[in-house]
Structure formats: C-alpha cells, structure tokens
C-alpha cells in the first residue's frame, strides 16, 4: 500500500492539478498543462529524495539526495509528496499557461470547460433529487459524522 501510494504521489496528484484546471478554467494552454505535469512530477521525485520515514535506510523510501525532514510513517512522506507534486504542477500550470497564448476560442472549449458548457436546471424536482440539494445534505451529513465519531 505505501509503495502504491508513492506512484500515486508521482503521477496521479499532478495529473489530477491538471485535470482540475482543464475542467474549471478556460485559459489553461497545453504548453501550461506539460510543463506543470512536468513540475509536479519533478517536486515529488525532489521530495521523495530528501525526506525519509522514521527508521528506514535512504535509498528506495526515499533520502537519496540527502536528509532534509524524517516523517512519522513512510504513509505521511507519501501524503506530503502528493501535496508537493500536486501545488508545483497547479502553480507551474496557472504561470505557465498565463505566459503563452492561448489557441482555442471559447467555442472550441465549450463542453470541456464547466464555465463555458450550458447547463439545465431542474427546477421543478424536489430539493433531494437535485444534485445541489443532496449534495449539501451529504455534506451536512458528513460533518454530523466527524463531530459525532472525532
């Protein structure tokens, strides 16, 4: 599970900062996109080989460029490298894109991007069939539940 967790950090946390900014903002470019997957990927491997959890030997868990920071538990390194991976490929993809020149005009991005693509609302449903309103029921819920089981 750690080590699962790890190629997560690597490839899945930038690829989600990508996919974040490619459904909700228009003026994501490609060349934004490369590069800040690139940046991601490159802040977990720095990272990962300059942290250690407690008790391991540097070399596959991490450490091998130097000891900067010892985690607890070789699942809170892997959390780190996923917040580190996914904040250098978000910031590096908003720079980058806003540096260079967009191609695609918002007719091209409607249906890709959530702000340019129509939506229907169903006003005349109940407030629980809605995504909005069971939407923040499940978030009531939600906080109900840690408040109770904290």
């Not at 130097?66 to 959390?79: D, I, K, T």
């Amino acid at each position: 599970m750690d080590f699962l967790q790890l190629v997560f950090a690597f490839v899945n946390a930038p690829l989600f900062a990508t996919f974040l900014l490619g459904m909700f903002w228009k003026r994501a470019t490609g060349h934004g996109a490369f590069v800040g997957l690139l940046a991601g990927t490159g802040a977990a491997a720095l990272h990962h080989g300059l942290t250690l959890p407690t008790g391991a030997v540097a070399g596959i868990k991490g450490g091998w460029l130097g000891l900067v920071h010892q985690y607890p538990s070789e699942m809170a390194q892997n959390f780190w490298t996923a917040i580190w991976a996914w904040s250098a490929c978000f910031v590096l993809t908003i720079v980058v894109s806003l540096l260079t020149a967009s191609k695609k005009s918002d007719k091209d991005l409607e249906g890709l991007v959530y702000a340019l693509t129509k939506h229907d609302r169903e006003t005349h449903l109940a407030w629980w069939k809605r995504p909005e309103g069971l939407g923040a029921a499940v978030l009531v819920l939600v906080v109900i539940l840690n408040v109770i089981f904290w």
